[in-house]
């Protein structure tokens, strides 16, 4: 194999790597997201203030108001 073609491998063995990470990252972020949003809305029904929702999720309110208007509940 020429010293080319190595490194041409090498580069897409980087670039998968790269995308993996970059997809498990992603899905994280999506997971803390849905987790923030189950937060809101079970508080929410509960009684509790946007202004703490959005202090407990460290949101803003104005993101915390739009997650209840999204899901019928302001």
């Given amino acids: 194999m020429t010293l080319y ?3 041409k491998d090498e580069g897409k063995t980087e ?3 790269e995308g993996r990470l970059e997809g498990k990252l992603e899905g994280k972020l999506e997971g803390k997201l849905e987790e ?3 937060v809101i809305l079970k508080g929410f029904k509960n009684g509790i203030s946007v202004s703490l ?3 407990i999720t ?5 993101e915390v108001i739009k ?4 899901n019928n509940l302001e």
């Fill in 67 to 70: 997650i209840l208007k999204d």
């Fill in 15 to 17: 670039g998968r790597l």
């Fill in 36 to 38: 923030k949003i189950e």
């Fill in 5 to 7: 073609a190595q490194i």
């Fill in 53 to 55: 929702l959005a202090n």
């Fill in 58 to 62: 460290q949101l803003n309110t104005t």
